[in-house]
C-alpha cells in the first residue's frame, strides 16, 4: 500500500493544512494520491477537514464515519448512539489507499480512542502506514511531541519524522523548539509555515519514494 498515515501532537495543531497541501504537491507531481479522514468528529453541519482534504484530492472522499459532536470518537459516538465497527473501519480504509496513494490523517493525538478499545495508534498498526507526526511550534511541544513518537516508535511504527507547523509565533519557546527536539528526537524534524515548505518536507522525511514505489 503506498501512503502515510499523519498524526498530531494534539487537536488543532495543522495536520489537515499539512496533509492537503502534501496532496497538492503529490498531484502536481503526477502522483494520483488523495486525502483521507476515516474518521472525523465536529461535523456539524458539515465534515470541513474532509472537504479539504476532498477539495485537494480533486474528488470527494468522505468519512468511513462522520460525528456530531466535537469529541473523541469513542464519546462522540456514545453520545450519538452510533456504534463503530473497528474491522469495517480498517476494511474501507485499506479499500481507499489499495485504490490510489493516500495520505491518511487522524482526528487529535495518536492515541486518541476511536472505541474503547481500539485507538488511532491500533488502526496506524493495522495499516502499516509510515507515520509523520505534526506538531505545532508553541510551549508544551517538546513533552508532547517526544511522547508522541516514543508511543509510535513502541508500537513498531515507521516514523518518517516530524513537521514543525510554525505558521505563527505563539510564545517565546518558538525560537528554540526546533533546536531542542532535533537534539532530542532521532527522526528528522522539519519547519513548515506554509504549503511552500511541502517540497522540503517531502525531501527531508523521504517522502516521495513512498508514493512512487
Known amino acids: 500500500m503506498r501512503g502515510i498515515f499523519v498524526t498530531g501532537t494534539d487537536t488543532g495543531v495543522g495536520k489537515t493544512y499539512f496533509s492537503s497541501s502534501l496532496v497538492r504537491f503529490l498531484r502536481e507531481k503526477g ?10 468528529t465536529g461535523c456539524s453541519p458539515r465534515c470541513e477537514d474532509s472537504e479539504e482534504l476532498s477539495r485537494a484530492s480533486g474528488r470527494s472522499i468522505p468519512p468511513v464515519y462522520s460525528l456530531r459532536e466535537p469529541l473523541a470518537p469513542s464519546v462522540a459516538s456514545e453520545i450519538e448512539g452510533v456504534t463503530l465497527d473497528e474491522k469495517l473501519l480498517v476494511r474501507k480504509t485499506r479499500e481507499v489507499i489499495f485504490s490510489r496513494p493516500t495520505v491518511v490523517e487522524g482526528a487529535g493525538g495518536i492515541l486518541v480512542p476511536i472505541t474503547w478499545k481500539f485507538s488511532f495508534l491500533d488502526l496506524a498498526k493495522e495499516l502499516s502506514l509510515p507515520v509523520v507526526v505534526v506538531a505545532l511550534n508553541k510551549l508544551g511541544v517538546i513533552n508532547h511531541t517526544l511522547l508522541t513518537v516514543e508511543a ?17 509565533r505563539t510564545d517565546k519557546s518558538s525560537e528554540t523548539n526546533l533546536y531542542s527536539l532535533k537534539k532530542l528526537l532521532s527522526v528528522p524534524v522539519v519547519p513548515f509555515f506554509d504549503s511552500g515548505d511541502i517540497p522540503e518536507a517531502v525531501d527531508k522525511l523521504n517522502l516521495l519514494e513512498i508514493f512512487l514505489q
Open 31 to 40: 502522483v494520483d494520491a488523495v486525502g483521507f479522514k476515516p474518521v472525523e
Open 152 to 168: 509510535c516508535l513502541r508500537a513498531g511504527l515507521n516514523v518518517r519524522g516530524v513537521v514543525l507547523n510554525s505558521f505563527r
